[in-house]
């Protein structure tokens, strides 16, 4: 049997990351789910995840640097996709996730439609 895909979610506040651990769960996908960028790189290496969510506003480290931590290649490497989860709608802030090398971003509040539509595209690319 094929092991499920694993998705970490990297977000501080609490309802929104039980929100998004549920919504991936009901659709089949295994969850780690990290309340900081800290604890999201510690768990990264463990947990081994297929793609990863981050929020961007985070109490400690920013969503960018547990993007960059979540590349080294000690941890989960390059190809590993990316979406950023974001709160701001500003286009130079969208250009600045896409340019640090987020594969996508969704904006909160989050449409799980477009969430999962995102995760299902990227996660296609990558196998390929
Ligand atoms: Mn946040």
Redesign the pocket.
């Known amino acids: 049997m094929a092991s499920r895909v694993r998705i970490l979610v990297v ?3 609490e309802k ?1 990351r039980r929100l998004l651990t549920d919504v991936l769960a009901f659709h089949g996908y295994e969850v780690a789910a990290a309340g900081s960028g800290e604890e999201g790189v510690r768990s990264a290496s463990s947990a081994a995840p297929d793609a990863a969510l981050l ?5 400690g480290i920013s969503g960018f640097e547990v993007l960059a931590a979540l590349r080294e290649p000690c941890c989960c490497g390059e190809r590993l996709p990316v979406v950023a ?1 974001t ?1 701001s709608v500003m286009d130079q802030d969208r250009k600045k996730i896409l340019a640090a090398g987020f594969n996508a971003f969704i904006s909160k509040p989050v449409n799980i439609r477009e969430l999962l539509a995102t995760l299902e595209s990227l996660l296609t690319k990558a196998a390929t």
């Open positions: 977000e501080d506040d929104s929020d961007i506003q985070l109490p989860v709160a």
